[in-house]
C-alpha cells in the first residue's frame, strides 16, 4: 500500500495476518509428538515415586520378613527377575533424562549517557549525511515519528562524528569491545563465577563477524581454558539469541557440571546504510546499541540460586520458501551501498513463521482444557468442512510474562491483537523499544530485565520469549521462575524504572 504525505510516498507493509484463524494440521501435530514422546517418563515418574515412599517406610524387620517370605514363596531366580524388572527401568531412566538446564543470571550493557541520541541529534546527523536526498530526509523523519523509539536511546561513537565518518573494522571492534566486555564483566561480577570455569560460549552477532571470532575475542580478553567448546553465530538475524540458548543448552546435556556463557548483539557500525533505497533506511531508525551476557549451568548445586530453569525451545525455519528466504536480506544498492532491505512482505511472513510456531509450542504449554477445545474445533472443521471458527487458544493460561522482541511498534501492536494480549502484557516490549530501541537478538533479554525491575516475577511464573529473525526464522524460549526474582545488580532498568510505563504517542 502506497501513501502520499507532504509529497513524500511512504510504503506501508501489510498488517500481520490472523494467523489464528488458519492452522495446518500437521504443526498440530508435530507439537503432540513432542508431548506424546515425553509419556514414558511422566508414567514411569509417579510409579516410582510410589515405589519410595512405600519402601522408605519399611523398618527393618518389615524388610527381613519380606525376604524370608520371597524365599518361602518363590525360587531365588524369581527373585532376582523381579528385582530386576523394578531396577533396570530406574537406572535406564536416571541414566537417560535429559538434565535440567539453570539460567543462574544475565546481563544487560547500559551504555553511558553520552552515547545517547535524541531524534533531533539523528536527523541533524542524518543531514550531515551527503548520500540522502530530501526525500531520504524525510522518509527517515516520518519513520522515527512512528518507531516508538524515546530519546534516550544509544548509538556508537561513530555516530558522534559530523559529518559522518567512513565506517572501519578498527571503530566495529571498538563498539564490539565497549558492549561486549561491559555485559560479561558484570555477568561475572554477579555471579562470582571464574572464566575460566566457563566450559561453553556461544555468541552471535548477525552484521559483523571479523578474524578472529567474537568468541575469540572473549577467550583473549578473560583468558579462557584451552579446551573451551566455543561457537560463533553469524547472520541469523534478531532471533539468534533463542538459537544461541538452544544451543548452549544441548551442548549442556552433553558436558556434565558445566557452565555456559550466551553473548547476543548487534554491531550498528557496520549496520548504517547511507543509500537512498527506503526499503534498506528503515533498519537506520530503528537499530541501537545494546548487548546481554547469559550464564547456564547444568549443575543440580546451582539450582538454589539461579532465577530461572529452561523449560522449552521451540525453532521455527521457513527458509525453504524463497520468499521468506529473501524477505531480509543483507545487499548492495544500485550505488553499491550495502545495507539490509525489508521486503514488502515481511510482516505476512512473520505471520506465517509465528502461526507455525505457537501452533507447536501450544501442547508443550496450555491447559489441557485449552488445548481440547482447540483441537475438537479443528477437527471438526477438518472432517465436516463446517463453517466453524476455530478456537483461539488463550495463551494467558499458558505464561504470566511475555518478552516480544521489540523489533518495531507495528510488530508489537499486531502480536497484542492477535494473541489476544491485554497491554501488561506487551508493557515490557514497548517501554525496551522506547527506551533502548531494537538492540535486535538482546532486546528479549531486556524485556526481562524490565519484569525484574519492576518487582513482578513470582516463583513459578512462565515466561515466553519470542523473536523473529532473517532466514526467516520464528523461535521461542520458555522459562520457568525458580523464585521470586529481584533485579541483579546494575540492572539496565535501575535508574529509570520508576519513569515507566511511559505514555506513548498515538
Not at 21 to 36: D, E, N
Not at 58 to 85: A, F, M, P, R
Not at 421 to 445: D, Q, Y
Request: include cysteine; aromatic fraction near 10%.
Amino acid at each position: 500500500m502506497k501513501s502520499a504525505n507532504n509529497g513524500v510516498e511512504i510504503v506501508q507493509s501489510p498488517r500481520l495476518p490472523d494467523f489464528l484463524r488458519s492452522v495446518k494440521l500437521k504443526y498440530v501435530k508435530l507439537g503432540y509428538h513432542y508431548l506424546i514422546s515425553h509419556l514414558p517418563t511422566l508414567c514411569l515418574v509417579p510409579l516410582m515415586s510410589v515405589i519410595i515412599v512405600e519402601a522408605s517406610r519399611l523398618s527393618l524387620d518389615d524388610i527381613h520378613e519380606l525376604w524370608l517370605w520371597l524365599q518361602l514363596e518363590y525360587n531365588l531366580v524369581t527373585v532376582i527377575l523381579l528385582c530386576s524388572v523394578l531396577v533396570v527401568p530406574s537406572t535406564v531412566y536416571f541414566m537417560s533424562r535429559k538434565r535440567s538446564v539453570y539460567l543462574v543470571d544475565f546481563s544487560c550493557y547500559l551504555p553511558p549517557s553520552h552515547l545517547k541520541i535524541k531524534h533531533d541529534y539523528f536527523m541533524e546527523y542524518c543531514k550531515s549525511e551527503s548520500a540522502f536526498d530530501q526525500s531520504s530526509l524525510e522518509f527517515l523523519r516520518k519513520i522515527m515519528e512512528r518507531s516508538g523509539l524515546g530519546e534516550e536511546t544509544c548509538a556508537p561513537e561513530t555516530m558522534r562524528s559530523i559529518p559522518p565518518q567512513a565506517p572501519s573494522i578498527a571503530d566495529a571492534r571498538k563498539e564490539a569491545e565497549l558492549v561486549m566486555f561491559g555485559a560479561l564483566d558484570n555477568l561475572f561480577a554477579n555471579t562470582n563465577v571464574k572464566p575460566r570455569d566457563v566450559g561453553i560460549l556461544v555468541v552471535n552477532c548477525s552484521i559483523f563477524n571479523p578474524t578472529p571470532s567474537w568468541s575469540a575475542m572473549i577467550i583473549n580478553k578473560y583468558k579462557m581454558r584451552s579446551n573451551i567448546k566455543s561457537f560463533n553465530l553469524g547472520g541469523m538475524g534478531c532471533s539468534a539469541g533463542v538459537i544461541a540458548v538452544d544451543l548452549a543448552r544441548a551442548m549442556l546435556r552433553v558436558h556434565r557440571n558445566s557452565y555456559a556463557v550466551v553473548f547476543s548483539t548487534e554491531n550498528m557500525t557496520y549496520n548504517w546504510y547511507s543509500g537512498t533505497k527506503k526499503s534498506m533506511l528503515i533498519s537506520n531508525c530503528l537499530f541501537r546499541l545494546g548487548g546481554a551476557a547469559v550464564l547456564l549451568s547444568n549443575k543440580s548445586s546451582d539450582r538454589r540460586r539461579s532465577k530461572y530453569e529452561l523449560a522449552h525451545v521451540v525453532r521455527t525455519h521457513l527458509g525453504a520458501d524463497d520468499k521468506a528466504f529473501n524477505c531480509v536480506q543483507q545487499e548492495q544498492d544500485d550505488d553499491g551501498k550495502t545495507g539490509v532491505s525489508l521486503s514488502k512482505d515481511l510482516m505476512t511472513i512473520a505471520g506465517g513463521a509465528l502461526k507455525t510456531n505457537i501452533t507447536t509450542l501450544g501442547p508443550l504449554v496450555l491447559p489441557t482444557s485449552e488445548q481440547l477445545l482447540f483441537f475438537v474445533t479443528l477437527v471438526a472443521k477438518r472432517l465436516f468442512n463446517a463453517k466453524i471458527k476455530p478456537y483461539i487458544p488463550d495463551f494467558k493460561l499458558a505464561f504470566e510474562h511475555f518478552c516480544i522482541h521489540a523489533g518495531g511498534r507495528a510488530v508489537i501492536d499486531e502480536l497484542e491483537k492477535n494473541l489476544q494480549l491485554l497491554p501488561l502484557h506487551v508493557e515490557a516490549s514497548r517501554m525496551t523499544l522506547h527506551r533502548f530501541g531494537n538492540t535486535s537478538s538482546s532486546s528479549i533479554w531486556y524485556e526481562l530485565a524490565y519484569i525484574e525491575a519492576k518487582g513482578r516475577m513470582r516463583k513459578g511464573d512462565r515466561v515466553w520469549q519470542i523473536a523473529f529473525g532473517s532466514g526467516f526464522k520464528c523461535n521461542s524460549a520458555v522459562w520457568l521462575a525458580l523464585k521470586n526474582v529481584k533485579p541483579s545488580a546494575s540492572n539496565p532498568w535501575e535508574h529509570c524504572i520508576h519513569r515507566y510505563p511511559v505514555q506513548l504517542p498515538l
